[in-house]
Protein backbone atom coordinates (compact mmCIF):
# COMPACT_ATOMS: atom_id res chain seq x y z
CA UNK A 1 0.00 0.00 0.00
CA UNK A 2 1.62 3.68 -0.97
CA UNK A 3 1.36 5.93 1.55
CA UNK A 4 0.75 10.00 0.78
CA UNK A 5 2.90 12.13 2.24
CA UNK A 6 0.46 14.64 3.32
CA UNK A 7 -1.49 11.19 4.99
CA UNK A 8 -2.56 11.51 8.01
CA UNK A 9 -1.70 8.55 10.46
CA UNK A 10 -2.75 7.26 13.56
CA UNK A 11 -0.19 7.39 16.28
CA UNK A 12 0.19 5.42 19.42
CA UNK A 13 3.42 5.28 21.82
CA UNK A 14 4.47 1.25 22.53
CA UNK A 15 7.96 1.33 23.76
CA UNK A 16 9.55 -2.02 23.63
CA UNK A 17 9.72 -4.02 26.60
CA UNK A 18 13.26 -4.58 25.90
CA UNK A 19 14.37 -0.28 25.69
CA UNK A 20 12.94 -0.52 29.56
CA UNK A 21 14.75 -3.23 30.52
CA UNK A 22 17.82 -1.36 29.17
CA UNK A 23 17.24 1.59 30.72
CA UNK A 24 16.63 -0.08 34.34
CA UNK A 25 20.12 -1.79 33.56
CA UNK A 26 22.11 1.57 33.00
CA UNK A 27 20.77 3.21 35.54
CA UNK A 28 21.84 0.26 38.00
CA UNK A 29 25.69 -0.01 36.63
CA UNK A 30 25.97 4.28 36.85
CA UNK A 31 29.73 5.37 37.44
CA UNK A 32 29.09 7.95 40.04
CA UNK A 33 31.75 11.07 40.29
CA UNK A 34 33.09 12.12 43.35
CA UNK A 35 31.59 15.92 44.29
CA UNK A 36 33.36 18.31 46.43
CA UNK A 37 31.98 18.74 50.01
CA UNK A 38 29.38 21.61 50.70
CA UNK A 39 28.94 23.07 47.59
CA UNK A 40 25.06 21.99 46.95
CA UNK A 41 23.75 23.13 43.73
CA UNK A 42 25.80 25.65 42.86
CA UNK A 43 28.43 23.74 40.53
CA UNK A 44 25.52 21.33 39.18
CA UNK A 45 22.90 18.94 40.39
CA UNK A 46 24.42 17.16 43.72
CA UNK A 47 25.43 13.68 43.73
CA UNK A 48 23.21 12.44 46.38
CA UNK A 49 20.39 14.19 45.26
CA UNK A 50 20.65 12.54 41.71
CA UNK A 51 21.14 9.13 43.30
CA UNK A 52 17.82 9.24 44.81
CA UNK A 53 15.99 10.52 41.72
CA UNK A 54 17.97 8.19 39.56
CA UNK A 55 16.93 4.79 41.95
CA UNK A 56 13.20 6.20 42.03
CA UNK A 57 13.32 6.06 38.21
CA UNK A 58 15.00 2.76 37.98
CA UNK A 59 12.33 1.25 40.90
CA UNK A 60 9.11 2.93 41.22
CA UNK A 61 8.55 5.55 38.19
CA UNK A 62 5.60 3.35 36.14
CA UNK A 63 6.39 4.35 32.15
CA UNK A 64 3.45 2.25 31.00
CA UNK A 65 1.22 4.52 33.05
CA UNK A 66 2.49 7.49 31.51
CA UNK A 67 2.62 6.29 27.95
CA UNK A 68 -1.19 4.87 28.59
CA UNK A 69 -2.19 9.14 30.17
CA UNK A 70 -0.53 9.91 26.86
CA UNK A 71 -2.43 7.06 24.75
CA UNK A 72 -5.38 8.55 26.12
CA UNK A 73 -5.51 11.08 23.76
CA UNK A 74 -5.12 10.42 19.88
CA UNK A 75 -2.18 10.67 18.50
CA UNK A 76 -0.86 11.32 14.55
CA UNK A 77 1.96 11.41 12.58
CA UNK A 78 2.47 13.38 9.05
CA UNK A 79 5.18 14.11 7.02
CA UNK A 80 5.68 17.89 6.19
CA UNK A 81 8.85 18.94 3.76
CA UNK A 82 10.44 15.43 4.65
CA UNK A 83 10.48 16.18 8.33
CA UNK A 84 8.12 13.30 9.95
CA UNK A 85 5.80 15.38 12.12
CA UNK A 86 4.11 14.09 15.75
CA UNK A 87 0.85 15.54 17.49
CA UNK A 88 -1.97 15.04 19.83
CA UNK A 89 -4.95 16.77 18.31
CA UNK A 90 -8.13 17.00 21.16
CA UNK A 91 -11.20 18.21 19.81
CA UNK A 92 -13.32 19.76 21.98
CA UNK A 93 -17.37 19.11 22.20
CA UNK A 94 -17.97 22.91 21.96
CA UNK A 95 -19.60 23.69 18.52
CA UNK A 96 -17.90 27.23 18.65
CA UNK A 97 -14.63 25.83 19.48
CA UNK A 98 -11.43 27.69 18.28
CA UNK A 99 -7.95 26.08 17.10
CA UNK A 100 -4.90 26.18 19.49
CA UNK A 101 -1.63 25.30 18.60
CA UNK A 102 0.04 24.82 22.08
CA UNK A 103 4.73 24.66 21.47
CA UNK A 104 6.30 23.31 24.22
CA UNK A 105 10.40 24.09 24.94
CA UNK A 106 13.55 22.28 26.15
CA UNK A 107 13.80 20.33 28.01
CA UNK A 108 10.52 19.58 27.48
CA UNK A 109 7.61 17.74 24.90
CA UNK A 110 3.85 17.21 24.44
CA UNK A 111 3.99 16.31 28.38
CA UNK A 112 4.21 19.18 29.37
CA UNK A 113 0.52 20.19 28.31
CA UNK A 114 -0.74 17.17 29.68
CA UNK A 115 -2.52 19.15 33.17
CA UNK A 116 -3.96 21.74 30.52
CA UNK A 117 -5.88 19.23 27.80
CA UNK A 118 -9.13 19.29 29.74
CA UNK A 119 -9.48 22.77 30.94
CA UNK A 120 -8.79 23.96 27.58
CA UNK A 121 -11.10 21.94 25.30
CA UNK A 122 -13.85 21.88 28.31
CA UNK A 123 -13.93 24.69 30.31
CA UNK A 124 -17.36 23.56 31.52
CA UNK A 125 -16.82 20.99 33.28
CA UNK A 126 -13.28 22.93 35.08
CA UNK A 127 -14.86 25.84 36.35
CA UNK A 128 -14.70 27.69 33.38
CA UNK A 129 -17.08 29.35 30.29
CA UNK A 130 -17.74 26.75 27.61
CA UNK A 131 -17.80 29.72 25.03
CA UNK A 132 -13.85 29.53 25.98
CA UNK A 133 -12.78 26.36 24.33
CA UNK A 134 -9.87 25.32 22.26
CA UNK A 135 -9.38 22.52 19.56
CA UNK A 136 -5.90 21.34 20.67
CA UNK A 137 -3.01 20.88 18.88
CA UNK A 138 0.20 19.75 20.57
CA UNK A 139 3.38 18.68 17.94
CA UNK A 140 6.36 17.33 19.11
CA UNK A 141 8.73 19.95 17.42
CA UNK A 142 10.88 18.81 15.12
CA UNK A 143 13.60 16.75 16.96
CA UNK A 144 12.19 16.85 19.77
CA UNK A 145 10.62 13.07 20.78
CA UNK A 146 8.60 11.45 18.36
CA UNK A 147 8.97 14.19 15.67
CA UNK A 148 12.02 12.59 14.41
CA UNK A 149 14.64 11.81 12.70
CA UNK A 150 15.73 15.65 12.17
CA UNK A 151 15.06 16.02 8.53
CA UNK A 152 18.31 18.02 8.31
CA UNK A 153 20.32 21.18 9.18
CA UNK A 154 18.39 24.35 8.63
CA UNK A 155 15.15 23.45 11.03
CA UNK A 156 15.51 26.54 12.51
CA UNK A 157 12.12 28.61 14.16
CA UNK A 158 11.10 29.53 11.37
CA UNK A 159 10.82 26.59 8.97
CA UNK A 160 9.58 24.99 12.11
CA UNK A 161 6.25 27.70 11.73
CA UNK A 162 6.37 26.73 8.06
CA UNK A 163 5.85 22.91 9.07
CA UNK A 164 2.96 23.69 11.24
CA UNK A 165 1.48 26.30 9.39
CA UNK A 166 1.30 23.40 7.07
CA UNK A 167 0.18 20.83 9.73
CA UNK A 168 -3.05 23.29 10.52
CA UNK A 169 -3.83 23.37 6.86
CA UNK A 170 -3.82 19.64 6.74
CA UNK A 171 -6.03 19.75 9.69
CA UNK A 172 -8.62 22.28 7.79
CA UNK A 173 -7.70 25.03 10.23
CA UNK A 174 -7.69 28.43 8.11
CA UNK A 175 -7.45 30.25 11.11
CA UNK A 176 -6.41 29.68 14.40
CA UNK A 177 -4.64 30.57 17.54
CA UNK A 178 -0.46 29.78 19.25
CA UNK A 179 0.73 29.52 22.73
CA UNK A 180 4.14 28.84 23.28
CA UNK A 181 6.86 29.12 25.57
CA UNK A 182 10.73 28.88 25.28
CA UNK A 183 11.70 27.21 21.90
CA UNK A 184 7.45 27.82 21.35
CA UNK A 185 8.26 31.39 22.20
CA UNK A 186 10.69 31.33 18.89
CA UNK A 187 8.45 29.52 16.51
CA UNK A 188 5.21 30.83 17.57
CA UNK A 189 6.17 34.48 16.53
CA UNK A 190 7.62 33.16 13.57
CA UNK A 191 4.49 31.30 12.68
CA UNK A 192 2.80 34.68 13.03
CA UNK A 193 5.27 36.59 10.95
CA UNK A 194 4.93 34.20 8.17
CA UNK A 195 1.43 34.47 7.94
CA UNK A 196 -0.74 37.24 9.90
CA UNK A 197 -3.79 36.68 8.08
CA UNK A 198 -3.65 33.08 9.22
CA UNK A 199 -3.01 33.62 13.48
CA UNK A 200 -5.58 34.77 15.57
CA UNK A 201 -2.96 35.82 18.20
CA UNK A 202 0.31 34.49 19.52
CA UNK A 203 0.26 34.19 23.92
CA UNK A 204 3.39 33.38 25.24
CA UNK A 205 4.75 32.58 28.68
CA UNK A 206 8.80 32.72 29.03
CA UNK A 207 9.16 34.96 25.96
CA UNK A 208 12.87 35.46 25.15
CA UNK A 209 13.72 39.46 23.99
CA UNK A 210 16.72 41.08 23.71
CA UNK A 211 18.69 44.63 23.33
CA UNK A 212 19.69 45.25 20.09
CA UNK A 213 22.55 47.99 21.25
CA UNK A 214 23.68 49.77 24.48
CA UNK A 215 21.04 52.81 23.85
CA UNK A 216 18.05 49.54 24.34
CA UNK A 217 19.07 49.59 27.55
CA UNK A 218 19.28 52.86 29.05
CA UNK A 219 16.28 54.32 31.12
CA UNK A 220 14.52 50.74 31.68
CA UNK A 221 11.92 50.57 33.93
CA UNK A 222 12.88 49.33 37.60
CA UNK A 223 11.07 45.74 37.06
CA UNK A 224 12.74 45.77 33.65
CA UNK A 225 16.02 46.66 34.72
CA UNK A 226 15.90 44.00 37.00
CA UNK A 227 15.32 41.34 34.72
CA UNK A 228 17.43 42.68 32.44
CA UNK A 229 20.47 42.22 35.57
CA UNK A 230 19.45 38.63 36.04
CA UNK A 231 19.47 37.85 32.13
CA UNK A 232 23.09 38.97 32.12
CA UNK A 233 23.86 37.00 35.54
CA UNK A 234 22.19 34.02 33.48
CA UNK A 235 23.82 30.65 33.90
CA UNK A 236 24.15 30.18 30.31
CA UNK A 237 25.77 27.15 30.14
CA UNK A 238 23.59 24.61 28.52
CA UNK A 239 22.55 27.34 26.27
CA UNK A 240 26.32 27.48 25.32
CA UNK A 241 26.50 23.55 24.81
CA UNK A 242 23.90 22.84 22.60
CA UNK A 243 23.88 26.24 20.54
CA UNK A 244 27.68 25.87 19.77
CA UNK A 245 28.52 21.90 20.04
CA UNK A 246 25.17 20.20 20.17
CA UNK A 247 26.70 16.65 18.98
CA UNK A 248 29.92 16.55 21.51
CA UNK A 249 27.40 16.81 24.12
CA UNK A 250 24.92 14.47 22.94
CA UNK A 251 27.34 11.40 23.46
CA UNK A 252 27.10 11.62 27.03
CA UNK A 253 23.52 12.02 26.80
CA UNK A 254 22.34 8.95 24.62
CA UNK A 255 24.89 6.59 26.40
CA UNK A 256 23.79 7.52 29.72
CA UNK A 257 20.21 8.11 31.26
CA UNK A 258 21.65 9.76 34.31
CA UNK A 259 23.85 11.93 32.17
CA UNK A 260 19.92 12.74 30.57
CA UNK A 261 17.98 13.15 34.03
CA UNK A 262 20.75 15.14 35.81
CA UNK A 263 20.94 17.48 32.35
CA UNK A 264 17.68 18.56 32.69
CA UNK A 265 16.91 18.20 36.00
CA UNK A 266 19.07 21.10 36.64
CA UNK A 267 16.96 23.19 34.52
CA UNK A 268 13.76 22.04 36.20
CA UNK A 269 15.35 23.36 39.67
CA UNK A 270 17.00 26.30 38.27
CA UNK A 271 13.87 27.76 36.03
CA UNK A 272 10.91 26.36 38.55
CA UNK A 273 9.78 28.87 41.54
CA UNK A 274 11.07 29.04 44.41
CA UNK A 275 14.73 28.62 42.94
CA UNK A 276 16.03 27.75 46.16
CA UNK A 277 14.07 24.76 46.48
CA UNK A 278 13.64 20.95 45.38
CA UNK A 279 12.14 20.82 41.60
CA UNK A 280 9.64 18.70 43.50
CA UNK A 281 8.15 21.64 45.45
CA UNK A 282 7.24 22.90 41.76
CA UNK A 283 6.76 19.97 39.78
CA UNK A 284 5.55 16.43 39.96
CA UNK A 285 8.28 14.27 40.11
CA UNK A 286 6.99 11.48 37.64
CA UNK A 287 5.94 14.42 35.12
CA UNK A 288 9.30 15.44 35.36
CA UNK A 289 10.73 11.71 34.85
CA UNK A 290 8.50 10.47 32.26
CA UNK A 291 9.82 13.67 30.31
CA UNK A 292 13.31 12.84 30.49
CA UNK A 293 11.97 9.11 29.92
CA UNK A 294 10.51 10.38 26.35
CA UNK A 295 14.51 11.97 25.78
CA UNK A 296 15.91 8.59 26.64
CA UNK A 297 13.45 6.47 24.98
CA UNK A 298 13.35 8.24 21.69
CA UNK A 299 17.47 9.19 21.55
CA UNK A 300 16.79 12.87 20.74
CA UNK A 301 19.16 14.93 22.77
CA UNK A 302 21.38 15.58 20.10
CA UNK A 303 18.51 16.40 17.48
CA UNK A 304 16.54 18.04 20.06
CA UNK A 305 19.52 20.34 20.92
CA UNK A 306 19.78 21.66 16.96
CA UNK A 307 17.62 24.35 17.26
CA UNK A 308 19.89 26.42 19.43
CA UNK A 309 22.62 25.41 16.91
CA UNK A 310 20.31 26.82 14.11
CA UNK A 311 19.69 30.03 15.96
CA UNK A 312 22.94 31.33 17.58
CA UNK A 313 25.25 29.71 15.06
CA UNK A 314 23.97 29.42 12.00
CA UNK A 315 22.39 32.07 11.34
CA UNK A 316 24.39 34.38 8.37
CA UNK A 317 21.54 36.51 7.16
CA UNK A 318 22.36 39.84 8.59
CA UNK A 319 24.91 41.91 9.86
CA UNK A 320 22.97 45.21 11.09
CA UNK A 321 21.61 43.86 14.49
CA UNK A 322 18.41 46.35 13.39
CA UNK A 323 17.33 44.34 10.32
CA UNK A 324 14.83 42.60 10.30
CA UNK A 325 14.64 39.47 8.13
CA UNK A 326 11.77 40.25 5.19
CA UNK A 327 11.54 36.64 4.54
CA UNK A 328 11.29 35.14 8.13
CA UNK A 329 10.41 37.30 10.61
CA UNK A 330 13.32 37.12 12.48
CA UNK A 331 15.76 39.96 13.58
CA UNK A 332 18.98 39.71 14.10
CA UNK A 333 20.22 39.55 18.09
CA UNK A 334 23.01 39.36 20.09
CA UNK A 335 23.45 35.37 19.27
CA UNK A 336 21.78 34.91 16.14
CA UNK A 337 18.08 35.18 14.76
CA UNK A 338 15.30 35.58 17.12
CA UNK A 339 11.88 35.38 15.86
CA UNK A 340 9.34 38.71 16.11
CA UNK A 341 5.86 38.52 15.73
CA UNK A 342 5.93 41.08 13.33
CA UNK A 343 3.44 44.03 13.92
CA UNK A 344 0.00 42.73 12.84
CA UNK A 345 -0.45 39.70 14.79
CA UNK A 346 -2.12 40.55 18.31
CA UNK A 347 0.36 39.33 21.20
CA UNK A 348 -0.44 38.04 24.79
CA UNK A 349 2.60 37.82 27.57
CA UNK A 350 2.16 35.77 30.39
CA UNK A 351 4.83 36.97 32.69
CA UNK A 352 6.19 34.33 35.53
CA UNK A 353 8.15 35.19 38.84
CA UNK A 354 10.96 33.76 36.77
CA UNK A 355 10.56 35.17 33.89
CA UNK A 356 13.25 37.87 32.40
CA UNK A 357 11.05 39.15 29.43
CA UNK A 358 11.82 43.15 29.43
CA UNK A 359 8.67 44.73 28.22
CA UNK A 360 10.17 47.25 26.16
CA UNK A 361 12.10 45.09 23.75
CA UNK A 362 8.99 42.48 23.77
CA UNK A 363 6.46 45.83 22.60
CA UNK A 364 8.93 47.12 20.15
CA UNK A 365 8.88 43.80 18.21
CA UNK A 366 5.42 42.34 18.95
CA UNK A 367 2.00 44.35 18.52
CA UNK A 368 1.87 43.43 22.32
CA UNK A 369 -2.31 43.71 23.35
CA UNK A 370 -2.11 41.93 26.78
CA UNK A 371 0.47 42.07 29.37
CA UNK A 372 -0.22 39.75 32.64
CA UNK A 373 2.54 40.32 35.45
CA UNK A 374 1.49 37.07 37.33
CA UNK A 375 4.61 37.70 40.11
CA UNK A 376 4.36 34.20 40.47
CA UNK A 377 4.87 30.58 38.90
CA UNK A 378 8.13 29.51 36.99
CA UNK A 379 9.11 29.16 33.53
CA UNK A 380 7.01 25.62 33.33
CA UNK A 381 3.83 27.42 34.14
CA UNK A 382 1.74 24.56 32.31
CA UNK A 383 2.96 21.90 35.18
CA UNK A 384 3.45 24.46 37.86
CA UNK A 385 0.45 26.71 37.56
CA UNK A 386 -1.42 24.84 35.33
CA UNK A 387 -4.80 27.06 36.26
CA UNK A 388 -2.71 30.34 36.18
CA UNK A 389 -1.43 29.84 32.55
CA UNK A 390 -5.27 28.36 31.83
CA UNK A 391 -6.95 31.68 33.14
CA UNK A 392 -4.70 33.90 31.18
CA UNK A 393 -5.07 31.92 27.66
CA UNK A 394 -8.46 31.81 27.87
CA UNK A 395 -9.00 35.60 28.51
CA UNK A 396 -6.52 36.81 25.80
CA UNK A 397 -8.54 34.57 23.32
CA UNK A 398 -12.01 35.52 24.97
CA UNK A 399 -11.41 38.91 22.67
CA UNK A 400 -9.52 38.08 19.71
CA UNK A 401 -12.40 35.45 19.10
Keep these: ?78 EI ?18 PLL ?36 IPSLPGFGFSTPLAGPG ?46 GVHLNAM ?28 DGYLQCNGKRPQTVAYGLTDSPVGQLAWMVEKFQEYSMPEEGLPEEALDRDRMLTCVSLYWLTGTAASAAQIYYEEMSASTWGDDPTDQDPATGSWEGPDGAWPSGGRGVPTGVLLSAHDVTVRRWAERDHDIVRWTDAGEGGHFLSMERPDLLVGDVRAFFRDLR
Design 1 to 78: MTTSPEQIIPFRIEVPEERLTDLKARLADTRWPSELPGVGWDRGVPVGYLRELAEYWRTTHDWRAAEAELNAHPQFTT
Design 81 to 98: DGQNVHFLHVRSAEPEAV
Design 102 to 137: LLHGWPGGVTDFLDVIGPLTGPGAHGGDPRDAFHLV
Design 155 to 200: MNASRMGAVFLELMTRLGYARFAVQGYDTGGWVGPAIGALSPDRVL
Design 208 to 235: ITFPYGDEDTLDLSEADQRRWDRMQSFN
